[in-house]
Nanobody, 121 residues
Framework: QVQLVESGGGLVQPGGSLRLSCTAS????????MGWYRQAPGKQRELVASISRGSTTNYADSVKGRFSISRDNAKNTVYLQMNSLTPEDTAVYYCNGGVSLRISNPPRDYWGQGTQVTVSS
């Protein structure tokens, strides 16, 4: 059983910052790529940022220069630092991890329950 639990969402004013965290727990061999996705009302879920186990990062164009993804492999945790937030960043943010349960298993996707980020004055 693998669980991903997000924290750090909330209400922030435009121009403000938030830091999201996501920690994986349970029995598994390794977590490969981890990422953050978001889904705004009436829109499809979209990739915000991802980071490989070796810390190669990838960002959506809409967040480049404002958001920063990082991870701590020893803690099985991924972070998303969000700066210069705008109302367009309002969404439910989901953590994703590619988890190998055993050394011989290919990674499969696991998702957190989501955390609400609201940017409003």
């Amino acid at each position: 059983q693998v669980q991903l639990v997000e924290s750090g969402g909330g209400l922030v004013q435009p121009g403000g910052s938030l830091r999201l965290s996501c920690t994986a727990s349970g029995s598994f061999f390794r977590i490969n790529t981890m990422g953050w996705y978001r889904q705004a009302p009436g829109k499809q879920r979209e990739l915000v940022a991802s980071i490989s186990r070796g810390s190669t990062t990838n960002y959506a164009d809409s967040v480049k220069g404002r958001f920063s993804i990082s991870r701590d492999n020893a803690k099985n945790t991924v972070y998303l630092q969000m700066n210069s937030l705008t109302p367009e960043d309002t969404a439910v943010y989901y953590c994703n991890g590619g988890v190998s349960l055993r050394i011989s298993n290919p990674p499969r996707d696991y998702w957190g329950q989501g955390t609400q980020v609201t940017v409003s004055s």
